[in-house]
């Protein structure tokens, strides 16, 4: 991805490539992120929420965390868990 002003070579959600070789090219083919680990804001708009409300999932123990030198991160596969473990059906009404 070429950079732009603003955005440093960063795609969506802030996500840079930055591995290299035919195992990065394989992982970006797959449709999945370079990046494992997320900052907060990142994690928050992959789940399409506010900071504050990736917050409360952490602190309820809904989403867990990974803390690196102090960092906060948040992993790509538990949001997806995530997601998945709270994906509803829709029902259908009966009249």
């Not at 795609?11 to 990046?35: D, H, I, K």
């Not at 948040?74 to 995530?82: A, F, I, Q």
């Amino acid at each position: 991805m070429a950079a732009t002003p603003g955005n440093n070579g960063a795609g969506p959600l802030g996500l840079r490539a930055t591995a290299a070789g035919p195992e990065a090219q394989e992982f970006a083919a797959a449709g999945e992120p370079l990046v494992r680990l997320l900052a907060v804001n990142a994690a928050a708009e992959y789940l399409g929420v506010s900071r504050a409300t990736v917050e409360r999932l952490v602190q309820r123990g809904e989403l867990p965390i990974v803390k690196i030198l102090g960092s906060t991160r948040y992993d790509v596969e538990d949001l997806k868990g995530y997601i998945e473990s709270h994906r509803r059906r829709n029902r259908r009404r009966t009249a």
